[in-house]
T-cell receptor
Framework: DAKTTQPPSMDCAEGRAANLPCNHS???????VYWYRQIHSQGPQYIIH???NNETNEMASLIITEDRKSSTLILPHATLRDTAVYYC?????????FGAGTRLTVKP | DVKVTQSSRYLVKRTGEKVFLECVQD?????MFWYRQDPGLGLRLIYF???????EKGDIPEGYSVSREKKERFSLILESASTNQTSMYLC????????????FGSGTRLTVV
């Protein structure tokens, strides 16, 4: 059971922000929210993670709601190379379960 | 950079063959994992290991076994390959408590004919 819910697909225009939502209503207090992405024919790649504060790195920003039941991954200026499947995972140092993710297509 | 290397990128095997998929990591990670990925099903956990000679079943262990004789190597074994085991197989590793989660290999696309 992946414990997260994501839309199956989204489109985004090149250069615009891509906002990918994730619901994790059963998250427990010590579980982190992780985001990975998988570009076609490659293994998943770590993007960002957070516990309750918003986080930003060179790849993306992560916004976690105050009740921690949902989060949004933001790619501020999407490029064609950001086309991938994005996975939202709740994790606390145990085995990581992946759902089906969101297939993001960035269009020119 | 941490590297997780899977021995084959593409593999074609016959039904009934015994198949070994090898995974090696070079960062002294305690934990190693095997997933399979099929269209529309995401990644499903087959087996994992938290230490040498230890193994735990994931969500879909049937038809598979694993071996971890050395810390850096985790092998997935298909005792008698079947066509429904045609899939992309992904290996991952991590440290216990590593906040960056898992590092994945590039995958082995196995076709059983």
């Amino acid at each position: 059971d992946a414990k997260t819910t994501q839309p199956p697909s989204m489109d985004c225009a090149e250069g615009r922000a891509a906002n990918l939502p994730c619901n994790h209503s059963t998250i427990s207090g010590n579980e982190y929210v992780y985001w990975y992405r998988q570009i076609h024919s490659q293994g998943p790649q770590y993007i960002i993670h957070g516990l309750k504060n918003n986080e930003t790195n060179e790849m993306a920003s992560l916004i976690i709601t105050e009740d921690r039941k949902s989060s949004t991954l933001i790619l501020p200026h999407a490029t064609l190379r950001d086309t991938a499947v994005y996975y939202c995972i709740v994790y606390n140092n145990n085995d990581m379960r992946f759902g089906a993710g969101t297939r993001l297509t960035v269009k020119p | 950079d941490v590297k997780v290397t899977q021995s084959s990128r593409y593999l074609v095997k016959r039904t009934g063959e015994k198949v070994f998929l090898e995974c090696v990591q070079d960062m002294d990670h305690e934990n190693m994992f095997w997933y399979r990925q099929d269209p529309g099903l995401g990644l499903r956990l087959i087996y994992f290991s938290y230490d040498v000679k230890m193994k735990e079943k994931g969500d879909i262990p049937e038809g598979y076994s694993v071996s971890r004789e050395k810390k850096e190597r985790f092998s997935l074994i298909l005792e008698s390959a079947s066509t429904n085991q045609t899939s992309m197989y992904l290996c991952a590793s991590s440290w216990t408590g590593d906040v960056y989660g898992y590092t994945f290999g590039s995958g082995t696309r196995l076709t059983v004919v």
